[in-house]
């Protein structure tokens, strides 16, 4: 490399002398691809992705500068110092450039495939500690769930629908060329059970990011690798190009803090604790699970009524956050710079609950050499997240919470011997779980990347960057003798346990990427890029649990009575070579080309490496009907792609038939281990075949337009993506071969889809300014096939309760029982007038929704600005089992019928003729009936939410002009008020799963928070 460096070094200087410099806009931001002409003769260079340029002429020779959307610029050449052009907008002909894959930036006039940006300014408006719930509502073809409320919950985006059964479903993510790791680690016991943890996508901080986007189709990602084929998401962090003045710093201050309340789902406050009507007094020593009990507002004990409590408004709290930022930054000729510094506080809306994320950032850019550019970027980030388990887990205080009755006082949570204060025998004390459990995660992560670039022709460029993502991540959860939980095995020992578990990860991704770019004449332009890239990836997992604790309030393995550990070692390596390449013709016919070759080395030897490609095409029409200066449509797109993407979607080490210890109650032929302390080890039950890459492929057809003089513009995109091999595990097997199971590649999946982004400007003056954005997305999602013998793929969720990937079904199926119907879907009912409970189980509903749809407005008055983000999706279920155990221990809001008198639709189970018995909802109704099917679970997840709304005020030049400050903005937004939604629980959005593949599985997670925050910003 250091050779390679010197010999072109050398062949840099033996060049003759070249007029150098920069195309900018007036803003001061890079415009690639503009055109550099010497007038009179036919030579002519491209601008560079950072606006530099070399061309040969003689001084005093006119260069002609033209870029799509902006007015002919011309200049006299001169070698003595470089030259700055600061080209102005045209506003007939706008342009808009976009980072594309491997961060090379493109006009999006002539892009063959669909892109969405969005700028780092609104993600910060967003006010968001997950920078992915930043693009909730803001792109077509993207859909963004929750896990929770919980400070450091996890998000998970998924793009145009999901293409692997089991594997990773969310996209790619690339910071300034470098992938980067967006996985959860989540709980050791399953998220069922424990809940989640923070996506890594969350240390990313938003005031770093210049711009975010969107790739959405395999045309765009192809030439990222296999990673990318879930589509990709390129951030872009900013540069310090955009400082108001050359050659001087500047500096940015940012604060921010918000309140946050929860969205809670409601309760019945009408009914005590008891059954049968009669009061069961959990005050006074009595145990009691159910809230049938008399009516609060008679109820007295020893002639004094009792306190009505609600559980719910005295257990959560309001949330906080404090947000700060501070960077500097600045350019020169043949620099540029920028350093930042943010730190947010959050403190949930549990007690006990918080997150907080310290991020240093650095960036600097120089010159070495008029063809020689180095770039270096340091990112560290330190995050701490302190919560409790979440899901079904009696350890989860919302156990309690939301089945407290409200004539129960929780407080004191201890009783005078110590033990826990209860109200009955098999639920936790919620302010106790608050004192003698936790989880604590800790996460230090760095993100390092350096590209050299080399320029030895004004035509080619050579660059390499070399990068890493490397962090290290502990969590620790404690739980003190005495505590009633409950697993995946049943319930746990109240004897205390405490456990560790730590991961190291480091991935190092290096790319040498070749690029030529050429003019031929005035009509045509061609770009060739060819690359090689390795990734190579290390993780080290080790987790250590102790049970059976001694010493009180000493949670240290060294106190454990018994301690078991397990260590993962995991090392994976792609390695890919790639090439693309663009014909322009006369800025109105574009022809793109991708192929990569790619190995990876979780699949099998035979099957390592794959090639892929795609091709597509663009064709400007209203270029070639001289449509440009049309007042009614100013600008026209067909385009049209075809793209074959390979993906290594599965974990490292599944080809091979590993020994596993038998400890922990697993046994070999009766012998439980370990046995007289001696391990004993049996062999996978589950065979795993050789296996190659799953394998997508995608059509997209697509239409883009300006209209009215630049002032609407519209995109619609139709695409039909097939992703087969889809690899899937648990395929029956006969038990002759040694096996019950294998692993193999079967499994097919298909998204179609339509996406329609559309954007106008009403009103557009010197002082009023206002624009609104509309996307809408519709997918239908299907499950082709799985492996032979294989009925069903298990998602998320309980033994025959959960959700599910079927055959001929749309993704994400919820999977439980209902009531007996007949052929026609009328309920069968007994004599007596009551539903008969089924025992089979089959799909009760599906978590896919019908369409998403999206709305942004932002409007500028002077100093004032007024935006907002609406989000809505209509259907996609949601299995609510919060409901299960509400509506039998009588605390659900539908309770309070109780007493009530109805006839319930449907045929009698002997005659078939329409039922008139007339039935009580009472507690036996919804004890035996109601509660005893999971399809009284599942609801409609559709919503309407305001998601985000501000009111800024810019005090301009002229209030600061006699100042310290060069400018100052307040800011005051909500976010998160929800207008509409049939859900009964706090949000349908949220799911226990976060960035796994379970959604619409909600049981016992924390609710989703509104919040008002107020900002100011100030520059100096």
């Known amino acids: 490399m250091a050779a390679w460096l010197l010999f072109a070094v050398a062949f840099a200087y033996a060049q003759s002398p070249v007029i150098t410099g920069k195309v900018l ?48 610029a011309t200049v006299k050449a001169n070698s003595k110092t470089p030259i700055t052009i600061s080209l102005v907008d ?90 980067m790791d967006n996985s959860e680690a989540g709980n050791p016991n399953r998220a069922e059970y424990n809940g989640g943890t923070s996506n890594r996508g969350s240390d990313i901080d938003p005031n770093i990011i210049e711009t975010m986007t969107v790739l959405k189709g395999a045309a765009a990602t192809a030439i990222y690798g296999s990673a990318a084929a879930r589509g990709a998401i390129v951030i872009t962090t900013k540069n310090g190009m955009g400082s108001n003045a050359k050659g001087k710093p500047t500096v940015s201050f940012s604060s921010s803090y918000s309140f946050q309340t929860p969205i809670l789902p409601e309760f019945q406050d009408k009914y005590a604790q008891g059954t049968g009507g009669e009061y069961v007094d959990g005050n006074n020593g009595k145990h009691g699970s159910s809230s049938w009990g008399p009516l609060m507002d008679t109820l007295k004990v020893n002639g004094k009524p009792v306190q009505k409590h609600n559980p719910m408004k005295e257990f959560f709290q309001t949330g906080h956050t404090s947000d700060n930022n501070i960077n500097v930054s600045g350019y020169s000729d043949k620099s540029n710079y920028i350093v930042s510094y943010s730190y947010l506080k959050t403190i949930g809306t ?143 020992p109240d004897i205390g346990q405490v456990y560790q578990r730590d991961i190291r990860y ?48 000493f949670y240290n393995i060294t106190n454990a009575d018994k301690v078991t550990s397990t260590y993962g070692y995991y090392r994976t390596r792609k390695v890919g070579f790639y090439g693309q390449a663009n014909a322009e013709y006369k800025h109105m016919l574009t022809l793109a080309l991708t192929g990569r070759y790619d190995g990876s080395s979780v699949l099998s030897k035979d099957k390592q490496f794959y090639p892929y490609g795609s091709v597509s095409a663009g064709f400007v029409f209203t270029e070639a009907l001289h449509m440009q200066d049309d007042p009614i449509l100013n600008f026209g797109k067909v385009r049209l792609s075809y793209s074959v993407v390979g993906n290594d979607n599965v974990q490292p080490y599944s080809l091979s038939n590993n020994w596993y210890q038998a400890a922990g109650g697993n046994s070999i032929s009766n012998v439980y281990f370990p046995f007289h302390g001696a391990n004993g080890y049996t062999l996978s039950t589950t065979y795993n075949f050789p296996l190659k890459n799953e394998t997508l492929k995608e059509f997209e057809v697509g239409f883009e337009a300006r209209f009215l003089k630049n002032r609407g513009s519209l995109e619609v995109s139709w695409f039909d993506r097939r992703s087969s091999d889809l690899i899937t595990p648990g395929s029956p097997l006969s ?10 590649n079967a499994g097919a999946m298909q998204n179609k889809g339509i996406e329609v982004s559309l954007g106008f400007t009403p009103v557009k003056t010197k002082d009023l300014n206002w624009t609104i954005g509309i996307n809408y997305t519709k997918i239908d999602n299907k499950v082709l096939n799985l492996s032979d013998g294989v009925n069903y793929i298990q998602l998320a969720g309980f033994t025959g309760l959960g959700v599910f990937a079927y055959a001929n079904q749309p993704y994400n199926v919820i999977y439980g029982n209902s009531f007996v119907r007949n052929d026609k879907h009328e309920l069968v009912l007994t004599d007596n007038g009551y539903p008969i409970v089924g025992h089979d189980f089959g799909p009760i509903g599906n978590a896919t929704a019908k369409w998403l749809g999206g709305l942004t407005s932002n409007l500028t008055y002077k100093g004032f600005s007024f935006s907002f983000v609406l989000a809505a999706k209509h259907g996609g279920d949601v299995i609510n089992l919060d409901n299960s155990s509400l509506y039998y221990y009588g605390t659900a809001k539908g309770t309070e019928n109780r007493g009530t ?54 005090l301009g030049t002229s209030l600061l002009k006699n100042s310290f400050f060069k400018s100052a903005t307040v800011t005051l937004t909500g976010t998160n008020f929800i207008l509409h939604k049939k859900y009964s629980g706090s949000d349908p959005e949220v799911g226990l799963y976060g960035s796994g593949n379970g959604e619409g599985f909600s049981n016992f997670s924390v609710p989703s928070n509104r919040g008002i925050i107020a900002g100011v910003k100030v520059t100096f």
Do not use: C
């Open 25 to 72: 806009t007036k803003e001061g931001t890079p415009v690639p691809g503009a055109s550099i002409h010497v007038q009179g003769r036919n030579a002519g260079v491209a601008a560079a992705a950072d606006g530099s340029f070399k061309i040969e002429a003689k001084d005093g020779e006119v260069l002609l500068i033209t870029a799509i959307g902006f007015t002919t």
């Open 90 to 179: 045209n506003s007939k002909d706008i342009t808009e450039v976009v980072v594309t894959g491997l961060g090379v930036k493109r006009d999006k006039r002539m892009l063959t495939y669909s892109v969405q940006e969005v700028k780092g300014a609104t993600l910060t408006e967003a006010k968001q500690d997950n920078v992915v719930n930043a693009l909730s509502g803001k792109v077509a073809g993207v859909q963004v769930n929750n896990s929770s409320g919980v400070p450091g919950g996890s998000a998970r985006i998924v793009i145009r629908g999901s293409t692997s059964l089991v594997g990773n479903n969310q996209p790619l993510f690339v910071i300034d060329g470098m992938i």
């Open 350 to 492: 549990i007690p006990n609950t918080d997150y907080s994320r310290h991020s240093l950032f650095t960036r600097y850019g120089v010159k070495l050499m008029d063809n020689l550019q180095l770039s270096a970027q340091f990112n560290y980030i330190q995050t701490n997240n302190h919560r409790y388990l979440e899901g079904n887990n009696f350890v989860n205080p919302l156990w309690t919470i939301y089945g407290a009755p409200i004539s129960w006082d929780p407080l004191p949570s201890t009783n005078p011997d110590g033990s826990q204060r209860l109200y009955r025998g098999s639920r936790n004390n919620p302010y106790w779980v608050l004192d003698n459990t936790g989880l604590a995660d800790k996460n230090n992560r760095i993100i390092p990347v350096i590209s050299l670039s080399y320029s030895p022709k004004s035509w080619l460029t050579i660059t390499e960057r070399a990068g890493a993502d490397m962090y290290v991540n502990g969590t620790n959860y404690h739980e003190a003798p005495g505590a009633i939980g409950w697993g995946n095995n049943g319930s746990t």
């Open 506 to 553: 480091q991935q190092f991704s290096n790319d040498l990427m070749v690029e030529a770019r050429k003019e031929f004449g005035k009509d045509w332009y061609t770009s060739v890029l060819l690359g090689n890239n390795i990734l190579s990836n290390y993780n080290d997992n080790n987790f250590v649990q102790g049970v059976g604790l001694s010493v009180e309030k």
């Open 735 to 744: 038990a002759a071969t040694g096996y019950n199971a294998a692993s193999l």
């Open 901 to 954: 008198k109805v006839v319930l639709p449907g045929v009698n189970q002997k005659t078939g003729a329409p039922n008139t018995k007339e039935i009580v909802l009472d507690e036996t109704y919804y004890k035996t009936y109601y509660s005893a099917v999971s399809e009284n679970s599942v609801e409609d997840g559709s919503y309407l939410k305001l998601r985000q709304v501000t009111l800024g005020y810019n």
